[in-house]
């Protein structure tokens, strides 16, 4: 399963590190929505959905992210350990996310909230995913 993993070029000097994201340069979508998890709790499981049309990318910005993509075919589980690392999360591909305590994941995504774009039902994700390769 491929994923595609950016690395953003930190403008730093002496003061640190700063990150600058633009739509269509860095980010290969319309940004319409820009949402952040943080209190994270060790242990917990978060996403355990996919979306039908969503495009995101993920930023860990603070301590890691396990994140787990699953195209209903093959699995990975991508570690975000960096703040300069955002990895494309793209439509019809089940997510889960485990954080270390304290983690901060900042999400760029490509529409506003929806929940008719969410599959939160695993076996019809499974069901989707296959009808769309029959169209195919
Ligand atoms: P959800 O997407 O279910 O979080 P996760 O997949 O990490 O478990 O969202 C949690 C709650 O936040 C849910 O009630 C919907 C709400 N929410 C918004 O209102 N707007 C948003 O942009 C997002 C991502 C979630």
């Known amino acids: ?3 595609i993993k950016y ?3 930190p403008h730093g000097d002496e003061r640190g590190q700063l990150i600058a994201l633009e739509e269509f340069k860095d980010i290969p979508f319309h940004i319409k929505r820009v949402y952040y998890m943080y209190d994270t709790a060790d242990g917990f499981i ?5 979306h039908r049309h969503l495009e995101q990318i993920l930023v860990c910005i603070h301590g890691s992210c396990k994140i787990k993509l699953d195209n209903g075919s093959e699995q990975k589980i991508v ?5 300069y690392e955002g990895l494309y999360v793209g439509s019809l591909v089940w997510r889960e996310m485990e954080f270390s305590p304290g983690a901060v994941l900042l999400v760029f995504a490509s529409e506003l909230y929806d929940e008719a774009d969410y599959i939160r039902d695993y076996d019809e994700f499974l069901q989707i995913v296959s009808e769309r390769k029959n169209e195919d």
């Open 79 to 83: 570690p975000l350990e960096k703040p």
């Open 1 to 3: 399963m491929q994923t």
């Open 7 to 9: 690395v953003f070029q």
């Open 46 to 50: 978060r996403g355990k959905h996919a």
